[in-house]
């Protein structure tokens, strides 16, 4: 039989996928699953369950989490990175760590054959495919969902005729749950005007009484959480559970797709977005007003190019490289106050900070020049301005 690794999820993708290659193509189908965060013990296990159920030779687990952080997630943090000002990129950055890791399991078992279960319209289908297209030119891609151009219904229907049985209702919805958030694309989104419904979010609002957190960062890495050690992945999943109660860090994305038509998308990332503000708001207290801007932009083409699935390109380490130096100041501590549906910066302490200097209080004093010496700094500095309108005004 023909070997394929399939990127196994567990949705109603991946479960078509495993079903019909098994069943009408005579594929040998290996289920894998790369956990970049979000799955319980209990769901994986399920989820292994499930393919084999529905046909696949073998299930296997990788637990990248760690890998997930290290290799993309700390950058996100370093750079601030939101798309459109708006997305932390939540299931864009996975992808690029699964696809490495399917990639690498096909090799190890000697597959002829990856399968995905991307439809033809949307960007995960490039991330895939460009991945494995570099990693293992020598691998053949199988997509039955994008070839066969189903639509999500048409996927229920033949489930349901080969007594796969799924919690149907949920199936509506494609949800994609990780450590940097929770994508959650329905009907609703596929139009400019309607939001998702309250139900549509796996998060819902539980606490209502404001509460204070503490993050702590040490070179731009979440250390602590309230005075609490772990490691940055962990503190990651640690915030994500106390503020996900609240219902904090629902939006909806949209954006220019990497195939030039228009997408929509919501989503909820709690954690990363309250670390992002928190993170971002230490720079602006330790970094200087060159680093903030240089890091601006090469940030925003780090996400870009993240986004597009162009994660092998070598201009990722060199942009890595710099943010990374770029931490070298940004330890303290941040306070945050978390309420339904939202939450507050209420302040940093660190001691890098550049405000608690010897040379003046904005707005209130200054200590290291003269009156006479402003006044001399504000001439000079209104010179390339007269010289502009005195030229302009004289023609």
Partial sequence: ?????????????????????????????????V????????????????????????????????????????????????????????????RIIQAIEIVNYAK????????????????????FDLIFQTLAPGIKIITPIRDKQLSRQEEIEYLKAQGVEM????????VNKGLWGTSVGGAETLTSTQPLPETAYPSQLIEKEPQQVVLTFLKGELTAVNGKENLPEKNIEILENIASKYAIGRDIHVGDTIIGIKG?????????????????????????????QHKDYLANWYGTHLHEGQYLDPVMRNIEAFLENSQEQVTGDVFVTLHPYRFVLDGA???????????????????????????GFIKILSNS???????????
């Fill in 349 to 375: 302490d660190s001691k890098f900070d550049l405000m608690n200097s010897s040379f003046g209080n904005y707005g209130e004093e200054n200590k290291a020049w003269t009156a006479t010496d402003a006044k």
């Fill in 264 to 292: 929509r998308v919501g989503f909820e990332a709690a954690a990363a977005l309250i670390i992002i503000k928190g993170h971002h708001l230490l720079e602006k207290h330790t970094l200087s007003k060159w680093q903030l």
């Fill in 167 to 174: 919690n149907w209702e949920k199936a509506k919805y494609s």
């Fill in 35 to 94: 956990n970049t965060g979000g799955f319980s013990a209990e769901e994986i296990e399920k989820i292994g369950n499930n393919a084999q159920k529905i046909g696949a030779a073998s299930y296997t687990n990788i637990d990248a989490v760690a890998t997930f952080y290290q290799k993309v997630v700390k950058y996100l943090i370093y750079g601030n990175v939101l798309k459109n000002n708006t997305y932390p990129l939540s299931v864009s950055a996975e």
């Fill in 385 to 395: 301005g007269k010289i502009y309108q005195h030229v302009k005004n004289n023609q």
């Fill in 1 to 33: 039989m023909k070997k394929v690794v399939i990127a196994y999820s567990g949705g109603l993708d991946t479960s078509y996928c495993a079903k019909y290659l098994s069943k009408e193509e005579n594929f040998e189908v290996h289920a894998v699953s």
């Fill in 108 to 127: 190890e078992i000697g597959a002829e054959y990856i399968a995905h279960g991307s439809t033809g319209a949307g960007n995960d289908q490039v991330r």
